[in-house]
């Protein structure tokens, strides 16, 4: 039985990634401040899998408790989900996002490495492409930045390339998710940010739920098919799976290397409004609002390097995605 940490696992992408690795049969430790997310949340894993993940509440800021961790536990393997992710807020509150991201991120790596643990799945971001790569993107494209959340990701996976090179016995992967959204099947775990959500899907789904009132469509003269903007929305589970699949690649491979997860296919935010209107059984309103600072008109994924590579590929289709959202949605509103 491998045993692998999770730091961030009781967060959105954690979570579904912790239901997939117990239903595996590994065994698996959340590292967690609840920053972000709440400790309810390893009840409902047990309650889908029949299994609970360990927990140890620790911030990976917190050098001595990291230490301490790897200190006494034996461990095969990260997956690094643990950060700030929020746009908008990052160029509010840039230091705290560079200190949260990276010193995180570099306490877990001497940690680990003083403890002969050296095999880390990252949570990338389609992010990295910026503003002036052409979609579909693939990893060999140039990477940039364009607010701090960003900069954290490109500077970790940075960071990462240079541990590699520096020791041969690191295996790094790190993954380039695009879009993801959906909830489990169950609808036990999902998405649930508080306040105003910032991201399309969740924003919908409290359109449609009433509380509030329309969706703000930003911007419709984009150069697509309809004029808003396109991204790769992907499977939070199809996602989740995703990791399992690079921990596998992780054991065979040293080195650094950067995957895209997305499907591969871009929709549109009319196109997700009306899948989500077909999920969900109503009619959805909105208004077109001028452009989003920051938003390009289309992202979406080249995958071919995941299914080479990792041989993972998304299967579920938008329609999906949106009936999981909205059966997650009515269970917590
Ligand atoms: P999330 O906020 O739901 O989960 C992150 C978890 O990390 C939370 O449980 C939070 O409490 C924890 N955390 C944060 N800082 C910590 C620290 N210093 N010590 C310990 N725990 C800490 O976010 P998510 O959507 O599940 O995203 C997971 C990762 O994937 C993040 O790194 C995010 O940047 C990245 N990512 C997310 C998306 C997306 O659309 N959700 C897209 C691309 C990349
Ligand atoms: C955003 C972040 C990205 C981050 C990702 C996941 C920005 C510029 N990018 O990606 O770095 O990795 O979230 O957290 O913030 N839209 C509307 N109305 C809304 C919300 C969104 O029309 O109320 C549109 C956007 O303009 C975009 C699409 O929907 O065309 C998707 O937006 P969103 O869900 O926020 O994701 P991204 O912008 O792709």
């Known amino acids: 039985m491998r045993h692998i940490v999770v730091t961030g696992g009781a967060g959105f992408i954690g979570s579904h990634c912790c239901v997939e690795l117990l239903e595996a049969g590994d065994q698996v430790t959340i590292l967690d401040n609840f920053c972000n997310s709440k400790p309810e949340t390893l009840d409902r894993i047990a309650e889908i899998i029949g299994k609970r ?39 509010q509150i840039p230091l705290t996002y560079y200190h949260n991201n990276l010193t995180g991120t570099l306490n877990l790596l001497r940690s680990m490495g003083a403890h002969g643990c050296k095999r880390l799945v990252f949570s990338s971001s389609a992010t990295v492409y910026g503003m002036n790569n052409t979609a579909p993107f693939t990893e060999d494209m140039p990477t940039s930045a364009t607010n701090p959340y960003g900069w954290t990701k490109q500077m970790i996976e940075q960071i990462l390339m240079d541990t590699a090179a520096s020791d041969p016995e690191w295996s790094f992967v790190a993954l380039r998710y695009f879009n993801p959204i959906g909830a489990h099947p169950s609808g036990l775990i999902g998405e649930d940010p508080n306040g105003i959500p910032n991201n399309l899907v969740p924003y919908i789904a409290k359109v449609a739920c009433g509380q509030l009132a329309h969706l703000n469509v930003f911007g419709n003269d984009y150069d697509t098919p309809d004029g808003t903007g396109v991204r790769d929305y992907i499977h939070v589970v199809d996602l989740a799976k995703g990791h399992l699949c690079a921990l596998d690649y992780a054991e065979t491979a040293a080195g650094f290397c950067a995957v895209n997860l997305g499907t591969g296919n871009g929709a549109s935010v009319l196109e997700v409004l009306h899948a989500y209107e077909e999920a969900c ?10 452009r989003r600072a920051g938003d390009i008109a289309t992202s979406y994924a080249d995958p071919s390097k995941a299914k080479t590579l990792l041989r993972w590929e998304a299967k579920s289709d938008l329609l999906t995605m949106c009936k999981d959202s909205w059966n997650f949605t009515l269970k917590h509103q």
């Open 281 to 290: 059984g109503k009619t959805l309103p909105y208004v077109i609002a001028p």
């Open 53 to 91: 993940p360990d927990l140890v509440e620790l911030d990976l800021c917190d050098e001595q408790a990291t230490e301490q961790f790897f200190a006494t536990h034996t461990v095969d393997a990260v997956i690094h989900f643990a950060g700030l992710k929020a746009v908008g807020e990052s160029c």
